[in-house]
C-alpha cells in the first residue's frame, strides 16, 4: 500500500512539472492564440489585409529592437538607450543624407558607426566600472538626449533620401521590413544555438563566475553583447526613418520598453541565461496585437498602457512561479 501511495505521488509530481515546463516553454504561443480568437470575436477588422500589413511592419520595427534587447536579457542585462539610438539614428542620416540618395550609404554607415560607441559605452559602463545595468544604459540615453539637444538646439533638420523610402515597399503581400526582420531573425537563431558565441551569451548569463573559470572572456561577450543591441537599434531606427521620411523626436518612443515587454513576455528571464528569439518574436506580436486591437476598439491610450502593463505583470508572474515550482 505505501508503495502504491509512493508511486501515485511521483505520477503527480511528474504531471505537475509537466505543466510547469509547458507554461515556461509555451505559454506566450498559447496567450497569443487566445489574443487572436479573442480579436477576431470582437474586432473582426483586425484581421483584414489592410490591417495585417500595417501590423507586420509595426512588429518588424519593434521586433528588430526586441532582438537586440533579448541578447542583453540573456547576459542579466537591460538596454535603456535604444530609444536615444532610434532617434540619434534618424537625426544622423537627415543631416548627413541631406535628401542625397548617393549620401545615403555614407548616413547608414555613420549611425552604425554612432551605435557602435553608444553600445561601447554601455558595455564598458557595466563591466570597466560595475554600474548596473539599468543605470548605466539610462545614464547614456540621458547623455545621447541631451547631445541630440545641444547639436540640434532642439529643432532637427534635415531631409531623408528618397532612397530610403524602399522600407515601405512590399513583396507579395508581405512587407519589405518584415522580411528584413526575419532575415535577422534566422540570423541570429542561428547565432544563438550553433555557435560557440551564442553557447557564451547562455553561459554568461547563466553564472558568470562559472563562465569565467571556463575560460569564458565575460567582459569581451558582455560588451559586444550591448554594441549588437545598440547596432539592431540603429537598424530600426533607419527603417523608422524610411517609413516616416522625416526627423522626429518622438521617432520610436516607447520602443525600449515595448521591447524589454516583448523579450520578458515570450520567456526571457531577467536572471538571464534562459530564453531565446522565438519567444521572443511571439512576444512582439502579442504586444502588436494588443496595440492594434485597442486602437480598433476605440480604446484610450492610457487603456493601452494599463493592458500592457498588465501582459508584462502576468507573464513575469506565471514564469516566476512555474520556474520556482519546478
Known amino acids: 500500500m505505501a508503495s502504491i501511495g509512493h508511486d501515485s505521488s511521483q505520477v503527480a509530481d511528474t504531471a505537475t512539472f509537466s505543466f510547469q515546463a509547458f507554461l515556461v516553454q509555451y505559454g506566450v504561443y498559447v496567450s497569443l492564440a487566445i489574443v487572436m480568437l479573442v480579436g477576431a470575436i470582437l474586432e473582426p477588422q483586425l484581421y483584414s489585409s489592410e490591417t495585417i500589413f500595417v501590423i507586420l511592419r509595426q512588429a518588424s520595427q519593434l521586433g ?165 543591441a545598440a547596432i539592431f537599434a540603429v537598424l530600426s531606427g533607419i527603417v523608422l526613418t524610411g517609413y516616416v521620411g522625416y526627423v522626429d523626436r518622438t521617432l520610436g518612443r516607447g520602443l525600449d520598453l515595448d521591447s524589454i515587454a516583448a523579450a520578458v513576455v515570450g520567456g526571457t528571464a531577467f536572471i538571464g541565461g534562459r530564453g531565446g528569439l522565438a519567444g521572443t518574436v511571439a512576444g512582439v506580436f502579442l504586444i502588436q496585437l494588443l496595440s492594434t486591437l485597442s486602437i480598433l476598439l476605440g480604446l484610450g491610450v492610457e487603456v493601452q498602457f494599463i493592458i500592457k502593463g498588465l501582459v508584462v505583470i502576468g507573464a513575469v508572474a506565471l514564469y516566476s512561479v512555474a520556474l520556482r515550482e519546478a
Open 64 to 228: 528588430i529592437v526586441a532582438i537586440g534587447q533579448t541578447l542583453v536579457l540573456l547576459v542579466a542585462g537591460l538596454d535603456l538607450s535604444v530609444g536615444g539610438v532610434i532617434v540619434l539614428t534618424s537625426i544622423v542620416i537627415a543631416k548627413i543624407g541631406n535628401g542625397q540618395d548617393g549620401r545615403l550609404p555614407l548616413a547608414i554607415l555613420a549611425s552604425l558607426g554612432f551605435g557602435t560607441m553608444i553600445g561601447l559605452g554601455n558595455g564598458l559602463l557595466v563591466t570597466k566600472r560595475n554600474v548596473p545595468p539599468l543605470v548605466a544604459t539610462l545614464g547614456m540615453l540621458v547623455l545621447v538626449q541631451g547631445g541630440q539637444t545641444a547639436y540640434t538646439r532642439g529643432l532637427p533638420g534635415g531631409f531623408v533620401p528618397d532612397l530610403l523610402n524602399i522600407v515601405n515597399d512590399s513583396v507579395g503581400h508581405l512587407p519589405v521590413t518584415f522580411l528584413f526582420w526575419v532575415l535577422l531573425n534566422v540570423i541570429m537563431i542561428f547565432v544563438l544555438k550553433a555557435t560557440p558565441y551564442g553557447r557564451k551569451i547562455y553561459a554568461v548569463g547563466s553564472n558568470r563566475e562559472a563562465a569565467r573559470l571556463s575560460g569564458i572572456n565575460v567582459h569581451r561577450v558582455l560588451i559586444s553583447v550591448y554594441i549588437l
